[in-house]
Nanobody, 132 residues
Framework: QEQLVESGGGLVQPGGSLKLSCAASGASLNFYAIGWFRQAPGKEREGVSCISASDDNLSYTDSVKGRFTISRDRAKNTVYLRMNRLKTEDTGVYYC?????????????????????????WGQGTQVTVSS
């Protein structure tokens, strides 16, 4: 059973930066596509970024393109989400999730996840608050 743990959330001013981490215990993350999702108060959860198992397919939802960067450290079994130029609308609980695809170049659809790309595992989430 894969267990995902997010960290790195916090309170930051608009224009600031945070780096979230998604670490795994159990099986290696290296065979999974990893997605970052967020849920703002009163809103549905949405996917913001995904990295394929092969690491050569990186995707971002339009609202974060140019500001967020997803990456993976295979030696540490960890996936990161670097968030720059944060905005108040980036506030929410951020979750990482893992999905096994037989094609290692495939990633989860964003921002809405299709039935076929529903993650296999979810973390518990980390709070990100962007406020002055």
């Amino acid at each position: 059973q894969e267990q995902l743990v997010e960290s790195g959330g916090g309170l930051v001013q608009p224009g600031g930066s945070l780096k979230l981490s998604c670490a795994a215990s159990g099986a290696s993350l290296n065979f999974y596509a990893i997605g970052w999702f967020r849920q703002a108060p009163g809103k549905e959860r949405e996917g913001v970024s995904c990295i394929s198992a092969s690491d050569d397919n990186l995707s971002y939802t339009d609202s974060v393109k140019g500001r967020f960067t997803i990456s993976r450290d295979r030696a540490k079994n960890t996936v990161y989400l670097r968030m720059n130029r944060l905005k108040t609308e980036d506030t929410g609980v951020y979750y990482c999730a893992a999905k096994y695809f037989t094609d290692s170049t495939v990633c989860m659809t964003l921002p809405g996840v299709t039935t076929e790309s529903q993650p296999d595992y979810w973390g518990q989430g980390t709070q990100v608050t962007v406020s002055s």
